[in-house]
């Protein structure tokens, strides 16, 4: 919106040519993010309070998070708020990889909404039936996919990390596979949402990785030069993940140990969707497993819960999803969640990695 306005008034004031530059709009977008969010943090958290929307706590989750019980939940829309406006403002509005991204972010989260209203009027941890909740998910998600492999013009052609010139082409199975990836990233965020500060600091690292990939993709000259595809369009997804890592950062303001609020389903449905329809457009989808490596650990760590239950009666860890099994085996919640950022980090840098080795 800012930048439809503003850039082709530098002809007649040059300074207003810097709007030209990704970058920048870049960096901008993550400052309007961030303050959006810290201003509007302990409004949001006074008003969750006042309509008494809080947390409630699963009966057969860890006795130390009793203590939560009550604290205002659905922040995930101060981060939605913020990082959207930000996006609306700076980012090339005639981009359609924007409107994308923003559909199926902004469609999650109203899923997550949902979700969520239905846990505070029914007062416990059980939200909307899970079958109707993933196939909202799938309908938002397969729509996109069957766009972008429609309209993008690469098909149904995979990206392979460290792999140059392999590139597997799916089809049309494209479409239920990239239906999958949103799908599943968005509820690994989900699964990973369960400590204060531990679901959102690996989004912001997953945001920000995801900004580099998003700018080289749409740079023609570096995608050639690191011989990766080259999306026109997708350099504009730099300013949605800078936005998004901005609003997060804000939002770790309120959400840092012990928490002020939480991001609920709002949140982390919105969040991980954003991460993987990002994945998608840049056509870096694969990499999304080493860049959040830390949700597909949580993701697998119930999925072999259940199944080991269900095939041997025997549990592999004491709880899942495995930040759970960490605390019952005596680590501070912090201690936790630090370490599980860390991971992230790394992550991040071996997945940043395969942009040179290939």
Request: net charge positive; hydrophobic share 55%.
């Amino acid at each position: 919106m800012l930048y439809l306005l503003l850039y082709p008034l530098h002809l007649a004031y040059p300074p207003l040519n810097v709007f030209r530059y990704i970058t920048f709009r870049t960096l901008l977008a993550g400052l309007t993010a961030l303050s959006l969010s810290l201003l509007l943090g302990p409004t949001l958290i006074r008003r969750l309070a006042a309509l008494q929307i809080g947390q409630s706590i699963r009966d057969d989750g860890p006795a130390a998070h009793a203590s939560k019980a009550g604290t205002p939940t659905m922040g995930g829309t101060l981060i939605l708020f913020s990082f959207a406006l930000a996006t609306l403002l700076l980012a090339d509005l005639n981009d359609w990889y924007v409107w994308i991204a923003l559909g199926v972010t902004l469609g999650h989260g109203g899923i997550g909404f949902l979700d969520d209203y239905a846990k505070v009027r029914r007062r416990n941890s059980k939200g909307l039936p899970g079958r109707l909740r993933l196939a909202g998910e799938f309908a938002i998600a397969g729509t996109a996919a069957m766009t972008l492999y429609c309209c993008s013009g690469h098909g149904g052609q995979l990206t392979m990390p460290f792999l140059k010139d392999v590139r597997p082409d799916l089809g049309l199975w494209y479409v239920p596979f990239g239906a999958l990836v949103v799908v599943g990233a968005a509820n690994a965020v989900n699964l990973t949402d369960g400590l204060d500060g531990l679901a959102i600091g690996p989004v912001m690292i997953a945001g920000g990785t995801y900004a580099v990939f998003a700018y080289t993709a749409g740079h023609a000259r570096i995608a050639e030069y690191l011989q990766i595809p080259f999306v026109p369009g997708a350099g504009e997804l730099a300013i949605f993940c800078g936005a998004l890592a901005a609003a997060g950062l804000g939002f770790l303001w309120f959400n840092a140990y012990p928490a002020q609020m939480f991001m609920g389903d709002v949140g982390s449905l919105a969040l991980g969707a954003a991460l993987g329809i990002v994945a998608l457009i840049t056509r870096q989808e694969i990499v999304l497993l080493v860049v959040g490596g830390v949700f597909v650990v949580e993701a697998l760590s119930v999925i072999g819960q259940v199944v080991s239950f269900k095939l041997r009666r025997k549990r592999i860890f004491r709880m899942a999803p495995i930040h759970h099994h960490f605390e019952l085996l005596g680590w501070p919640e912090p201690q936790i969640i630090v370490r599980f950022w860390i991971v992230s980090v790394v992550c991040a840098l071996l997945a940043l990695s395969t942009l040179k080795l290939r």
